[in-house]
């Protein structure tokens, strides 16, 4: 199978619903590639979950859409302006941006931060406490933020990403150091977000936590886009096994089961047979063992997004 570099084929022109579109970027340090010839669109209400190893550029391409710094190459096109353009100011007002390593003044209390971003955003600060305590910050608000653990900060900066009801949100490894409740909250608030309209782009290397929360993946290694799509997209490029296990009935039942069908399949234990399919297999054999005499339960298993992303890494987006 090719991938080689993609481009995302259902949208091909930049239609006017376009929170953004890139073709063909690149950035280039010092002679050396950061980024080659990316090509990515992004609508309202969409999520992006952008993934890749340490150095794979994925915090370039977030500073390349903020506007941050230029592309050595190619179109950018964010709320249709060129967002380290003229009009980057009306831009830049429609981004909320949570970075990697987030700091604050530590002398400052978390409401003094989060009145500070309100004010440059032109946004009321009278709704500070009330975002604060949405992040589950109130009790700390007025404690100096150098006394905030990791988490804490970590909290605070999506506040101030939140503040002003974003259009575009770019969070760059978010839930790093959050609490698994708190990482709960926070993508609670993010789904609402989406819901109302935002679109979200979310670096993260924590793929089990992301999976049910992106609508599309951009997976990056080495500058190069090697896979864009949704699950369903990216479980029938790599066409990673599916894997299907049926328990219940007698010893004979399942050597029946087993040889009912050519599908590799292996005993699991004393009441469960495994079978691991080709995705286009999947649906025959649902319904020959759905039918089949003594089964009493059926469990399938689609390759999740560390599968994915691991096959995506060790194939390098070649052919294989
Ligand atoms: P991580 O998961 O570790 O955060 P990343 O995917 O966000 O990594 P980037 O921070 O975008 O990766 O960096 C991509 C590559 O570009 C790295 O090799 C990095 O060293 C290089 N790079 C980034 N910024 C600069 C710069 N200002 N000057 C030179 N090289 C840079």
Known sequence: MLLGKCSWGKVTAMT????????AITKTYGGVRTLDGIDLELQPGETLGLIGHNGAGKTTLMKIILGLIRPSSGQINVFGQDPAGRNHGNVARQFGFLPEAVSFSGAMTGL???????????I???QCPDRL????LADAARQRVKTYSKGMRQRLGLAQALLGE???????????????DFTRTFYRLIDERRAAGAAIILS???LAELEPHVDR????????CIAQGDMAELRAQTGLPVRIRVSGGSGAVREELAALTDVKSNRINGRTVEFICAPEQKMELIELLSRAQGVEDLQIELPN????????????????
């Open 16 to 23: 006017i619903e376009n929170v953004l579109s890139l073709k």
């Open 112 to 122: 003094e931060v989060l009145k500070f971003y309100s004010r440059l955003k032109n």
């Open 124 to 126: 009321d600060v009278a």
């Open 133 to 136: 305590a949405a992040v589950g």
């Open 166 to 180: 974003p259009a575009l949100l770019l969070l760059d490894e978010p839930t790093t150091g959050l609490d698994p």
């Open 204 to 206: 993260s290397h924590a």
């Open 217 to 224: 993946l951009l997976v990056l290694q080495h500058g190069q």
């Open 305 to 320: 997004l560390d599968r994915i992303y691991s096959h995506y890494n060790n194939n390098g987006g070649r052919e294989q």
